[in-house]
T-cell receptor, first 111, second 115 residues
Framework: AQSVTQLGSHVSVSEGALVLLRCNYSSSVPPYLFWYVQYPNQGLQLLLKYTTGATLVKGINGFEAEFKKSETSFHLTKPSAHMSDAAEYFCAVSMDYKLSFGAGTTVTVRA | DVKVTQSSRYLVKRTGEKVFLECVQDMDHENMFWYRQDPGLGLRLIYFSYDVKMKEKGDIPEGYSVSREKKERFSLILESASTNQTSMYLC???FGQGADNSPLHFGNGTRLTVT
């Protein structure tokens, strides 16, 4: 069975600072990996996904994530936070046609 | 753009009532999913379907059932609502018969309160 661990349920950053959200997965084979974002009172939107190939994946809104097989990690970063990045972020892993989600990390951005 | 529409944004029901949550997608997607979202627990899969009239149990199917009579519609049924089913329910769809790398497209959710 797949599991996804997101380290830190809340992250607070200053506007313009680096955003780093951590995600580790458990899998015996390289899975498909996703990051989703949920803005207040909305459903989830896809930020980016890793399937195969390049280990650095670029997504929307300036986010990117790096797949590290040796560390079973898929951390999400953005070099410079914007107020509009305040949201909840979910890491997810797909296998056997099902998507398993982490518990989520809420990002607040301080002016 | 893919649109996944959930029929109700907010719903309040009484304990013991039968509750129907409806979801419709307009992109001819094969796969459809029902998740519930609770603080600190993320999203947990209740049921999914990768074809009409087919359904598979997810991680927390107890107390729920589903129906998929048409490709575009996936209904979640709470046979006898209980207070521990108070939650945000999210419907999603994706392309491809059982494709692992297809991203999910989500509806805006139905916040169900059972009193």
């Amino acid at each position: 069975a797949q599991s996804v661990t997101q380290l830190g349920s809340h992250v607070s950053v200053s506007e313009g600072a680096l955003v780093l959200l951590r995600c580790n997965y458990s899998s015996s084979v390289p899975p498909y990996l996703f990051w989703y974002v949920q803005y207040p009172n909305q459903g989830l939107q896809l930020l980016l996904k890793y399937t195969t190939g390049a280990t650095l994946v670029k997504g929307i809104n300036g986010f990117e994530a790096e797949f590290k097989k040796s560390e079973t990690s898929f951390h999400l970063t953005k070099p410079s936070a914007h107020m509009s990045d305040a949201a909840e972020y979910f890491c997810a892993v797909s296998m056997d046609y099902k998507l398993s989600f982490g518990a989520g990390t809420t990002v607040t951005v301080r002016a | 753009d893919v649109k996944v529409t959930q029929s109700s944004r907010y719903l309040v029901k009484r304990t013991g009532e039968k509750v129907f949550l409806e979801c419709v997608q307009d992109m001819d997607h094969e796969n459809m999913f029902w998740y519930r979202q609770d603080p600190g627990l993320g999203l947990r899969l209740i049921y999914f379907s990768y074809d009409v009239k087919m359904k598979e149990k997810g991680d927390i199917p107890e107390g729920y059932s589903v129906s998929r009579e048409k490709k575009e519609r996936f209904s979640l049924i709470l046979e006898s609502a209980s207070t521990n089913q108070t939650s945000m329910y999210l419907c999603a769809s994706s392309f491809g018969q059982g494709a692992d790398n297809s991203p999910l497209h989500f509806g805006n959710g139905t916040r169900l309160t059972v009193t």
